[in-house]
């Protein structure tokens, strides 16, 4: 039977894009997913992909695996940009969908974005992550932190020096918090607001600051970062 390029992926349970790049990696003349497939070609990729199956994330198999170390071999090219895996091209797992991918098509989730240490993804700086779902945590990421500097200014903060009631809901997760270093303590204030909007806290207490000093060649300067815990606010029963 002949098949197009689509019904083989859903065939083998991958997407159509990362099909069409492995099969003119694997030298298969197809322009679309909307191509045709011979019927002995389409075999011949179904048995030679098949590996490839495993890949979907909804596989409880895979799903174990995203734990660094196994890695299985019969995964044979990148999922990500179809070149060949092996001895000079080593075998990456992405830790959010579980794809195996070459090197190059690996990004590592960053320390910090802008201008405040939280993290736009949800899992660690220095996690391996494929170039696929970096690019799509990115612009979910990016609104997610608009709206935070949005709401950062409803935000009540208190210093560590405070000794009165605080209106946290204790039974809510607390999220130690720190800002990055500023010239001024109150940019500083400034990111850790932030920052707990970003987390949808809704107040910031036990506000510290740590100074640190900068040398310039004509000036040393210090430098603080503000350091807290975040959580969301009591309410009344
Ligand atoms: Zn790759
Ligand atoms: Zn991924």
């Not at 859903?10 to 159509?16: F, K, P, R, T």
């Not at 992909?49 to 596989?59: A, E, T």
């Amino acid at each position: 039977m002949k098949m197009r390029v689509y019904e083989v992926a859903a065939e083998l349970g991958v997407d159509s894009k990362t099909l069409l790049q492995l099969l003119s990696s694997l030298g298969y003349q197809v322009d679309g997913i909307t191509s045709v497939l011979e019927e002995s070609d389409s075999a011949d990729v179904i048995r030679k992909i098949g590996s490839l199956r495993q890949m979907s994330p909804d596989d409880e198999d895979i799903k174990d695996q995203t734990v660094p170390g196994e890695i299985p071999k019969k995964v044979s090219h990148c999922l990500r940009c179809g070149r060949k895996l092996g001895v000079f091209r080593k075998r990456f797992r992405c830790t959010m969908c579980g794809a195996i991918c070459c090197q190059q098509c690996l990004r590592t989730v960053p320390e910090q974005i802008e201008d405040i240490t939280v993290l736009v993804f949800d899992y660690p700086a220095g996690t391996n992550i494929c170039v696929t779902c970096f690019q799509e945590a990115i612009p979910a990421g990016e609104e997610k932190m608009a709206a935070a500097r949005t709401g950062a200014g409803r935000i009540d903060t208190w210093p560590a020096t405070y000794t009165g009631q605080i209106p946290v809901d204790t039974g809510k997760p607390v999220h130690p918090i720190e800002s990055r270093y500023f010239r001024e303590k109150q940019l500083a204030l400034n990111a850790l607001r932030v920052t707990a909007a970003f987390l949808e806290c809704d107040l910031v207490y036990e506000v510290r600051y740590e100074k640190e000093m900068r040398s310039e060649p004509d000036e040393t300067y210090p430098v603080w970062r503000a350091l807290g815990s975040t959580g969301k606010r009591r309410t009344r029963s």
